[in-house]
């Protein structure tokens, strides 16, 4: 219960910050969207390094059902324990949204109308959910205490170099469909974001299962 109340809160408080600082970013950019997606990266990342090492020694800090399932997939996180994380993640997440478009005086429901449905936007949240899960699995095996830092590194070159600006995560995702803002993403849009991202956790997690091989001393 206590992992799963973390899970909650620390989602919720990473869409707040990537919701709102994207409605701040784009009140105050005066129609540069460059700048604004700079505000919008800076205090992602912040937030993560922030709320990772806050929740992280209670639930782990996953926020993030790719990475749940990733975790249990290679029995670092127990089976059982993967549906109460799911839906804490979910539910954090859908409320940092709502929470966001309260703070800033918002309608709390709202379909985004933001169109990310190409075919390049879709590798671009394989790659994205790739290059964070490699990150955490080589964190894992080599430097624990390195993971925050590593993860919103991550995340905010994520947000620049890929074309769909590295969602990386189904509960983010689907949060992010209930926000007609600077970071929303059309609902009938989500479900292919969401197949890219388990794509890209399961290849990152295979080859780093396969890495781990390489453990024993070589021969």
Known sequence: MRAAVAEAIGTALLL??????????????????????????IATAGALVALILTFGPISGAQFNPAVTLALAARRVLPWGSVPGYLAAQVAGAIA??????????????????????????WLGEFVATFALL?????????????????V???????????????????????ARSLSDTFAGIRGADAPAFILAQLAGAAAAT??????????????
Not at 22 to 30: D, F, H, Q, V
Not at 134 to 150: M, Q
């Open 16 to 41: 707040a910050a990537v919701v709102g600082s994207g409605i701040m970013a784009e009140k105050l950019a005066g129609g540069n969207v460059a700048v604004a997606l700079l505000a919008n990266t």
């Open 96 to 121: 940092g949204v709502w929470l966001a478009h309260a703070m800033f005086g918002l309608p709390i429901l709202q379909d985004s109308t933001h169109v990310r449905a190409t075919p390049g936007e």
């Open 134 to 150: 490699s990150v955490i699995w080589s964190g894992i095996r080599h430097k624990p205490e390195s993971i925050p830092y590593a």
């Open 152 to 174: 919103a590194c991550v995340v905010t070159a994520g947000y620049w170099f890929t074309s769909s600006t590295s969602f990386a995560n189904p509960a983010v995702t689907i």
């Open 206 to 219: 295979a080859l780093f299962a396969w890495f781990a091989e390489e453990d024993a001393p070589a021969g």
